[in-house]
Nanobody, 122 residues
Framework: QVRLVESGGGLVQPGGSLRLSCTAS????????LAWHRQAPGEERELVAV???????LYADSVKGRFSISRDGAKNTVYLQMNSLKPEDAAVYYC????????????????WGQGTQVTVSS
């Protein structure tokens, strides 16, 4: 059974940085693409960033140049480094895993974490 556990959310001032972490278990980590989605109150859940099993990355236009997704196979962990945060980045951020060896463009999330809250406010 796939289990994804996020951490690292919190309150940050505009312009600040946070790093989210998501540790996976129950999967052969090196075979799976992983992604971060986010959902703000009253909004639909949206894709933020994807990283494939071979570390190809894809980002939403709204976060390009500010966010960076990475993965560490030794720790079964995917990260989302968020810099230059804006109030509109505030949301619950969800880690998820797709199907083995799926491409970034064809990414479909199948397993979800519980989410971690990111608040951007002065």
């Amino acid at each position: 059974q796939v289990r994804l556990v996020e951490s690292g959310g919190g309150l940050v001032q505009p312009g600040g940085s946070l790093r989210l972490s998501c540790t996976a278990s129950g999967i052969s980590f090196g075979q799976y693409p992983l992604a971060w989605h986010r959902q703000a109150p009253g909004e639909e859940r949206e894709l933020v960033a994807v990283i494939t099993h071979d570390s190809y990355t894809l980002y939403a236009d709204s976060v390009k140049g500010r966010f960076s997704i990475s993965r560490d196979g030794a720790k079964n962990t995917v990260y989302l480094q968020m810099n230059s945060l804006k109030p509109e980045d505030a949301a619950v951020y969800y880690c998820n895993a797709g199907m083995p060896f799926a491409s970034a463009g064809g990414y479909v999330p199948y397993s979800w974490g519980q989410g971690t809250q990111v608040t951007v406010s002065s």
